[in-house]
């Protein structure tokens, strides 16, 4: 028996699904961010987890939802039109979300939370995301940038 490993990206199903990752992705990634700066800004108590001097970070939170989120999926394998595969594909995002807010940690393997590296990851795998959902119309939109310019450098450079 063998696999249908083709991804159907295009289909407006998987859309809406990247597009709910998407949303409870970027809405994380600001909920985490807004209450870091708050607890730094003394606005909140400091609730972080700190196990023998060492302070957690979320996106250790973020990589066990992925862990246990992925296992879920694969080991259950629920209807695409389930309401827990809705509720799956939201927990999703927010561990993505987590995860790579603070993206520039991993890369560092430093404590520090103000990084630059971490804000281009959120953008990198938000522009991915976008890039799959809408694969058919990006690969489009590419080639007829290509033909225009192709027919601009023909017009250009045309030996008359």
């Not at 199903?13 to 800004?41: A, C, D, E, P």
């Not at 489009?140 to 008359?160: D, I, P």
Request: aromatic letters at 16%; proline letters at 1%; glycine letters at 8%.
């Amino acid at each position: 028996m063998e696999a249908d490993w083709k991804l159907k990206i295009d289909s407006n199903k998987n859309q809406h699904v990247i597009g709910v990752i998407i949303f409870y992705f970027l809405i994380t990634f600001v909920v985490s961010r807004l209450m870091v700066y708050l607890v730094i800004g003394r606005w909140l108590p400091n609730f972080f987890l700190t196990v023998r001097g060492v302070h957690i970070h979320h996106f250790t939170y973020g990589v066990f939802i992925l862990v246990l989120i992925g296992l879920y999926l694969i080991l259950r394998r629920p209807e695409a039109e389930s309401e827990i595969f809705k509720i799956c594909t939201a927990i999703y995002g927010i561990g993505l979300g987590l995860t790579f807010d603070e993206f520039g940690m991993w890369v560092r393997l430093a404590d520090e939370y103000w990084l630059r590296q971490s804000y281009d990851a959120v953008v990198v795998v938000l522009l991915l995301l976008l890039n799959i959902a809408y694969f058919r119309q990006v690969r489009h939109g590419v080639r007829e940038v290509g033909k225009l310019f192709k027919k601009v450098f023909l017009r250009l450079f045309s030996v008359g």
